[in-house]
C-alpha cells in the first residue's frame, strides 16, 4: 500500500469500498480515493503531493467515445482534461516553470485542435505533441485504425487484428495499400504539416519525433530500429526543425524497450527522450539526453480518479524513490 503520508490528507470514505482493502491494488486504492474526496480535499492533497516534482502525462486522442473504438481508454473528453489540469494546476506545486506538461503522440488532428485551443487558457502548461514525420507527409494512418475499420464492418476480432502481429519495415510501412490516404478518413485524421508547424510556433507548445514506424522497439530488429531512429530524425528535422524530443513508442520501460534502444537513440544527438513510465521526476533530472517518465492516461477515468492514481504514485515516488532504468 502507498505511504501514510498520503493518508494524512486523503482519507479514504469506507462507503466507496465494495471489497476488503486488502483485495484491491494500490493503484485501485489511489484512484478510489481521488474520486471520495471532496474536491478542496482532493486539490489539497495533489498539491502535497506533487510539490517540487515534474509531472508529464500522455495522452492521444480527445473526444467522445466512438462506437467502434477498441481502445477506448486512448481518447478523452476535453472537459474531462479541462478538469485534471485545472485540478493540477489549483495547488501549484513550487514556482519552477515546466513544471506540469501534456503530452499527445501520433498526431491526431483532435489533440492537436486541442492544444491549439487551450494553450493560451492553461500559460503554465507545457505542450508536447508527437508526431510521426513520414506518416503526416505521405497521409498514411495507423495500423490500429484499420482494425477499428474492419471492426465496424462486421469482421471478428481476431481477423480484425492480425495486422498488428504483421513486422515493420523501414521504406515499407507507409506505403502499405491498407495505410494509405488513412490520415484524412473522417474519424482518423492526422494533422497536416502546415497545421503542425503553425502549432509550434504557440509559445507553449513543442513538436517532437514519435518515429516512422511507430512499432515497439522489442518487436524490431536492433538494425532496423537504428534505421527508423536515423530517417524519421530526418525527416523531422527537414520537415520541423531540429528534434530535441522524442517519445519513445508505447513507451514501456523493459517491457516495450531496453537500454540499448536508449544508447542507439543517444548516438543521434542531444535531445530528451519520453517514456510512458507511471512516475514523476525530479525537476533536476530534466536536461538534454534524458530519459523522462510520463503517465499514460487512461481517459475513461475521471479528473479526480487521475489526479489521485498521479498523486499517489507521486509520494510513493518521494518517500521509496525509483530505481532509474537509464
Not at 21 to 44: I, N, Q, Y
Not at 54 to 60: I, N, R
Not at 87 to 98: E, F
Not at 278 to 297: C, D, H, M, Q, T
Request: some cysteine; aromatic content about 8%.
Amino acid at each position: 500500500m502507498y505511504p501514510c503520508a498520503f493518508e494524512a490528507t486523503l482519507e479514504f470514505e469506507a462507503v466507496v469500498l465494495e471489497k476488503p482493502m486488502a483485495r484491491l491494488s494500490p493503484d485501485t486504492l489511489a484512484t478510489m480515493t481521488g474520486k471520495a474526496l471532496p474536491r478542496p480535499a482532493l486539490e489539497v492533497g495533489v498539491g502535497a503531493a506533487l510539490a517540487g516534482l515534474g509531472l508529464s502525462m500522455c495522452l492521444h486522442r480527445v473526444g467522445t467515445k466512438r462506437a467502434t473504438d477498441w481502445q477506448p481508454g486512448l481518447s478523452i473528453e476535453a472537459s474531462v482534461l479541462d478538469d485534471l489540469l485545472e485540478l493540477l494546476l489549483s495547488k501549484r506545486p513550487g514556482s519552477s516553470a515546466n513544471w506540469l506538461s501534456l503530452s499527445f503522440d501520433d498526431g491526431y488532428r483532435d489533440a492537436a485542435d486541442y492544444i491549439r485551443t487551450r494553450a493560451a487558457q492553461f500559460p503554465a502548461v507545457e505542450f508536447f505533441y508527437f508526431v510521426c514525420p513520414e506518416k503526416l507527409e505521405r497521409r498514411a494512418g495507423f495500423r490500429w485504425d484499420v482494425v477499428e475499420q474492419r471492426l465496424a464492418s462486421g469482421r471478428s476480432r481476431d481477423e480484425a487484428t492480425k495486422l498488428l502481429q504483421e513486422p515493420h519495415r523501414v521504406g515499407a510501412e507507409n506505403v502499405r495499400e491498407e495505410l494509405a490516404a488513412l490520415a484524412d478518413v473522417r474519424g482518423f485524421e492526422l494533422s497536416t504539416l502546415d497545421e503542425v508547424r503553425a502549432l509550434a510556433k504557440l509559445p507553449n507548445v513543442i513538436v517532437g519525433n514519435h518515429s516512422n514506424l511507430h512499432a515497439s522497439p522489442n518487436s524490431l530488429p536492433d538494425d532496423e530500429a537504428a534505421r527508423d531512429y536515423r530517417t524519421s530524425r530526418d525527416d523531422f528535422e527537414r520537415l520541423f526543425g531540429p528534434q530535441r524530443h522524442f517519445a519513445v513508442p508505447f513507451g514501456t520501460p523493459r517491457h516495450h524497450f531496453q537500454q540499448r534502444h536508449v544508447d542507439l537513440l543517444r548516438a543521434l544527438g542531444d535531445f530528451t527522450v519520453w517514456t510512458t513510465e507511471s512516475r514523476p521526476y525530479r525537476l533536476s533530472e530534466r536536461k538534454p539526453g534524458a530519459v523522462l517518465p510520463r503517465f499514460p492516461i487512461n481517459g475513461e477515468r475521471s479528473a479526480s480518479e487521475l489526479a489521485g492514481w498521479m498523486a499517489a504514485r507521486s509520494v510513493d515516488f518521494r518517500v521509496r524513490g525509483t530505481k532509474h532504468h537509464f
